[in-house]
């Protein structure tokens, strides 16, 4: 860049970055926009921290610059050392003061946030919905205790209600965290239970993570909120409670193998399956085991080499035969006992 445009560089420069940035808000995964009320908050400490920030950026640099430009040494000034001064009791209580009124205008609503966050005074009241979360190596279990449903890997919750979590590891600890509705929570194995709640604003699918290093496919721990009317809600309640894993499906033979092979550790319906994760609207989700596009062909090689597509998860390698595996995902790709929340558009990082 030559001329005038030299000058400009480093504005250029700011001004592509900035374009750059901008792209970091994916909708429904960033925390830097907030579709909920615990995420709402965050950002709201985040903006006030970062305007406290400026602030000072600002007055020490006009402090700064002014310095520079109103004492430094011109030409053919005599070569002096300004007076030293030390001890000044004036000066040192106003930058010991500032600093402390600063913090204090930060801890102020960080603290009322942590308090509110940790809020349960309405669970277990007529009408609040609790989900039991459970993270596991690497997958996440969600039991509805009241309602005596189970799922895994997508948590259907209803809009503008406040749903409390409470969440523990059955392995080593794991991290909840739902960047767009909520701050995040560990799930620690033993008797410590954790709490949080979700409020989501709109419906939607809201993308999770795993915040937690917990084993070689921890990167791959995804799931999925998703966060419909209360209206909804209660049609998917009333969709699960009704999956009857007796029912003969049309890939009977498929049924017959999931029955025989996969049964001890995987639930289709009801209660949680205990070991890994209960199927019972399998079909109806956004990916298969958290990663995969839904297709046949990802489920076969899932069923198959599951060691190959998430590390170290327990779900046994070569359990059944291709030609097995791909009767199996018949049967498996028929259980979409509930259209609620299909219509959900959704954004995903691994895309
Ligand atoms: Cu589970 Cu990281």
């Known amino acids: 860049m030559r ?29 830097l926009k907030p579709k909920g009320y615990g995420s709402e908050l965050l950002f709201d400490l985040m903006l006030i921290s970062i305007a406290i920030m400026i602030f000072v950026f600002v007055i020490v640099m006009a402090i700064y610059a002014f310095v520079l430009l109103r004492y430094r040494e011109k030409k053919g000034q005599e070569h002096i050392v300004p007076k030293q001064t030390e001890g000044n009791k004036a000066l040192e209580v106003i930058w010991t003061v500032i600093p402390i009124i600063l913090l204090l205008v930060l801890a102020i609503p960080t603290v009322q946030a942590t308090f509110d966050l940790a809020d349960q005074s309405t669970q277990g009241d007529e009408g609040v919905l609790t989900v039991d979360v459970t993270g596991n190596q690497y997958w996440w279990q969600f039991d509805y205790a009241d309602q005596e449903i189970s799922t895994s890997q997508e ?14 590891a059955s392995d080593v600890i794991h991290s909840f965290w739902v960047p767009a509705i909520a701050g995040k929570m560990d799930t620690i194995p033993g008797e410590n239970m954790n709490t949080m709640y979700l409020e989501a604003y709109e419906e939607g699918v809201y993308e999770g993570f795993c915040a937690e290093l917990c084993g070689p496919s921890h990167s791959l721990m995804y799931f999925k909120v998703i966060a419909v009317s209360p209206e909804e809600f209660d049609q998917w309640v009333e969709d699960m409670q009704n999956i009857d894993p007796e029912e003969t499906a049309t890939a009977s033979e498929g049924q017959e193998l999931f029955n025989n092979n996969c049964m001890s550790c995987h639930a289709i319906g009801g209660a949680s399956a205990g070991v890994g994760p209960n199927l019972g609207n399998f079909a109806n989700r956004e990916k298969i085991a958290g990663i995969l596009q839904p297709s046949k062909e990802n489920l076969v090689d899932w ?8 590390p170290g998860n327990q779900m046994p390698a070569e359990l059944v035969s291709e030609e097995d595996a791909a009767k199996i995902a018949d049967y498996l790709l028929e259980l979409d006992h509930s259209d609620v929340g299909n219509d959900l558009e959704m954004q995903s990082v691994e895309e």
């Open 303 to 310: 069923i198959v080499h599951p060691d190959e597509i998430k």
């Open 155 to 168: 948590i259907y919750i209803p809009t503008n209600e406040r749903v409390y979590l409470n969440m523990k």
């Open 3 to 31: 001329g005038w445009m030299g000058k400009f560089r480093s504005l250029f420069l700011f001004g592509a970055l900035t374009m750059l940035l901008t792209g970091c808000g994916i909708e429904n995964i960033s925390a």
